[in-house]
T-cell receptor
Framework: EAGVTQFPSHSVIEKGQTVTLRCDPI?????LYWYRRVMGKEIKFLLH????????ESGMPNNRFLAERTGGTYSTLKVQPAELEDSGVYFC?????????????FGPGTRLTVL | KQEVTQIPAALSVPEGENLVLNCSFT??????LQWFRQDPGKGLTSLLL?????REQTSGRLNASLDKSSGRSTLYIAASQPGDSATYLC?????????FGKGTSLLVTP
């Protein structure tokens, strides 16, 4: 079974540019999450989708960030325009509720560097 | 606001030692707790998930305990090996989101 995949693995952009990150969850997982870790800090929650619906976007830092999950499959996270403080590693995770609990499975992350 | 703290921040032990990693959280109203492992440049690998109604979970040489009332969890690693070297992260779930600690960086020397 394929795990959570993310693209690109690394992105370097200049301040003011736009970047779009993509996440493909594990097939059949209805829940999809975005998290972020900035330098020296712990991993922080950004938002949560159930299928194509946003359930909780309380962790989104500001309106420069836009997440979508059209069709309830893959998700994109767009940052427009990017600022220096957006640099960090962006993780995607997915889960499916089961009797054993809904373990969240993480992708390898996208390292974003804003210059 | 849930705060998750992991102690120690870094740990170096010789191969073969048994070790304990600690995680504490401020709000005991949790749904579950997950322990993850992260290797340099890689994603997070889930090690163990403990539901709020459970006291412990075991997988191979790993044992995680949960004391919800005191806001503590421990990850016990038996007979450590150099391949166990990684950062170990504790994450508490209340609602949908996971709240992470900063992690414990473990180095097991041959």
């Amino acid at each position: 079974e394929a795990g959570v995949t993310q693209f690109p693995s690394h992105s370097v952009i200049e301040k003011g540019q736009t970047v779009t990150l993509r996440c493909d969850p594990i097939s059949g997982h209805d829940n999809l999450y975005w998290y972020r870790r900035v330098m020296g800090k712990e991993i922080k929650f950004l938002l949560h989708f159930v299928k194509e619906s946003k359930q909780d976007e309380s962790g989104m830092p500001n309106n420069r960030f836009l997440a979508e999950r059209t069709g309830g499959t893959y998700s994109t996270l767009k940052v427009q325009p990017a600022e220096l403080e957006d640099s960090g590693v962006y993780f995607c995770a997915s889960s499916q509720i089961s009797l054993g609990g809904d373990t969240q499975y993480f992708g390898p992350g996208t390292r974003l560097t804003v210059l | 606001k849930q705060e998750v703290t992991q102690i120690p921040a870094a740990l170096s032990v010789p191969e073969g030692e048994n070790l304990v990693l600690n995680c504490s959280f401020t709000d005991s109203a949790i749904y579950n707790l997950q322990w993850f492992r992260q290797d340099p440049g890689k994603g997070l690998t889930s090690l163990l998930l403990i539901q709020s109604s459970q006291r412990e979970q075991t997988s191979g040489r790993l044992n995680a305990s949960l004391d919800k009332s005191s806001g503590r969890s421990t990850l016990y690693i038996a007979a450590s090996q150099p391949g166990d070297s990684a950062t170990y992260l504790c994450a508490v779930r209340a609602g949908y989101a996971l709240n992470f600690g900063k992690g414990t960086s473990l180095l097991v020397t041959p």
